[in-house]
């Protein structure tokens, strides 16, 4: 369980990006972050794993205090937070493998980790969960050889190699076209529930949060207005989260007929 508790992050003098937030998240619910530009969602995301350090506030995963942790016991505790990038953050001249298996990083030795001897039972769970997303057959490709689809699809079962209790993807589809956003957005789903794990999404793709995560958690200016299930985000809700701030259309178009239609980037 992810329990955040008045939780604020200020840059430096400037007014606080987070305000005092509260968001408890248990089992293996899928809950979608969704917030105009500048609202704290990465941020947010980024001090459940300390990449940010937060000013103040509690962040506890299942029981253990996040936010006073340093050194081996701050590694020790990331090692429990898988993350998913938008950019994929791949090692491109590594191979699909060779990537995946950096998620047992915090878990080998250094020796290992430089010669690259994985244990046995690694390089088992590494092909299971490859075949599991469909890229067992590019084990051995370079990273850089692959679609954006299938780079997201490596950056998930790195993340999972980790053993994750909560997973964290920081607008996962965002450099995907609607298809492959929407195969993303599946696979996490599914994933959540069949490994039991709490899966916080990043996204600005609202009809997207509506259709595949069970709980949307609306920001603005760094206080939640906005935390319920999909069926209750309507009109009122998306004015509240953007109204005044000039967006997209298409990303912050709710209905669910347009869920195809409603991603506003480009694909790579
Ligand atoms: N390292 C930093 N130093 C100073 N200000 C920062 C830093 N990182 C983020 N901010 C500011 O904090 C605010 C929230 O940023 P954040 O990236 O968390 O928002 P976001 O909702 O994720 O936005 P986006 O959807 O554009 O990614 C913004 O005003 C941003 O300029």
Request: with cysteine; net charge neutral; glycine share 8%.
């Amino acid at each position: 369980m992810l329990e955040i508790s008045k939780l604020v992050k200020r840059y430096g003098r400037d007014e606080p990006v987070l305000k005092e937030l509260d968001l408890t998240v248990e089992g293996s619910s899928v809950v979608s972050i969704v917030g105009a530009s500048g609202a704290g969602k990465s941020t947010m995301l980024r001090c459940i794993n300390r990449l940010v350090e937060p000013t103040s506030g509690s962040i506890r995963l299942n029981g253990t205090e996040l936010v006073t942790l340093k050194g081996r016991e701050l590694r020790r505790a990331r090692r429990k937070i898988g993350m998913v990038f938008q950019g994929f953050n791949l090692i491109d001249r590594l191979t699909v493998m060779e990537n995946v298996l950096a998620g047992r990083l915090g878990y080998v030795n250094l020796f290992q980790a430089i010669t690259r001897r994985y244990p046995q039972s690694d390089i088992e769970r590494a092909f299971q969960l490859m075949e599991r997303v469909g890229i067992a057959h590019y084990a051995n490709k370079r990273a850089d050889e692959l679609s954006g689809g299938e780079r997201q699809r490596v950056g998930v079962v790195r993340a999972l190699m980790q053993e994750p209790e909560i997973l964290l993807a920081d607008e996962p589809t965002a450099s995907l076209d609607p298809r492959t956003s929407e195969q993303i957005m599946k696979l996490l789903q599914s994933l959540a529930h069949e490994l039991s794990l709490p899966v916080l999404i990043n996204i600005h793709n609202v009809a997207q949060a509506k259709a595949y995560t069970e709980r949307i958690v609306g920001l603005r200016h760094g206080r939640m207005i906005f935390d319920g299930a999909p069926a209750d985000f309507g009109k009122e809700a998306l004015d509240a989260i953007y109204g005044g701030i000039e967006t997209a259309e298409e990303e912050i178009t709710a209905e669910p007929g347009r869920s195809t239609q409603g991603v506003a980037h480009d694909s790579t």
